[in-house]
């Protein structure tokens, strides 16, 4: 029987966050709060100052940054270095380096099951998913699931055993059993699919389909596309709004930023005068305002969602994508940022 590397964790509990499939995770503000972006073309990430708008520094990470998400317990930030095969460990008030770990091959996009027992990766360059066995304080190696081609975005079911995978290349998504670490089925579902969001009971799962200008509505229970909804070009990435209603999607070719009602599965408003490629958000407490990336632009924006309006940029490094800060509503489970 082949033997898996263990990776073990210390000091924190690794476990399912808001971005992964866990359970809403805001923190009180504190003082020292600083809104963390990665620069993934800068191997870096900027602390902003929410109160001024201002970077105040900037912090060496691994090779391409991309993901992002925090421990249950408040206590650690983790961004996934896809290149340098490693985690990075912050402190998810002020950014500060707390530990790295190292031997998780090409963590693009990182998640854990809600339940917390699985810890799965999705290696874009390397057209793999990985699956971990996780038992609260280390992570072992499960399988390793061949999955073609250019597998980037995860999010999970509520029956703690299914993941799903948007594959871009072979535009389709797969959905993944986890006790068993095998691939259930594939659906193609239309050009380059990123971007996954579950809708509330599990009902749909809706994709951002990049290399079009839409969002696939898949009933995943019947394995069927039921409907499109056209937002703009390159759809993208969600961000529940944390209304009961509504969730954002980044539309990175088009340039705006769609809302979608997810209870009628229509689109309600666009949000347009924004800087190239808007990708990751992020939503603040009081939910007025709506932080975004703009990939292409070395900036990241604020949206005031009253007025749907772009009030501010803030210059930060090169193709900025995750983003996140303590304070910040919660994300409704079990959909990623």
Known sequence: MPSFPLIRFTRTRFAAAALAGGLACSALAHADDKVIVLDSGEAQLSLVDEASRQVVATEPTGKEPHHLMITPDGQSLIVADSVSNDLLFLDPHTGKVQRRVEGIEDPYQLGFS????????????????????????????????????????????????????????????????LPTQTVLWKLPVGSTPAGLWMTPGDKYLLVGMTGEDD???????????????QTGRGAHNFRNLDDGKHVAVSNRVESTISIIDYTTLTKTADITG???????????????????????????????????????????????????????????????D
């Open 114 to 177: 809600p339940d917390h027992k699985w810890f799965v990766t999705a290696g874009l360059r390397l057209d793999r998913v990985d699956v971990y066995r996780y038992d609260g304080t280390n992570v072992t190696l499960a399988k390793r699931i061949p999955l073609a081609k250019t597998p980037s975005h995860i999010t999970f079911a509520s029956d703690n055993r299914t993941a799903f995978v948007t594959l871009q290349d072979t535009g389709e998504v797969a959905a993944i059993d």
């Open 215 to 229: 969002v696939a509505v898949v009933d995943w229970h019947t394995r069927q596309l039921v409907k499109k909804i």
């Open 274 to 336: 924004l800087r190239p490629g808007p990708d990751d958000m992020e939503l603040s407490a009081d939910k007025r305002y709506l932080w975004v990336t703009f990939r292409f632009a070395r900036h990241i924006g604020i949206i005031d969602l009253t007025t749907r309006k772009l009030i501010d940029t803030i210059p930060v490094g090169r193709s900025p994508h995750g983003i996140y800060f303590a304070n910040s509503a919660p994300v409704y489970a079990p959909n990623p």
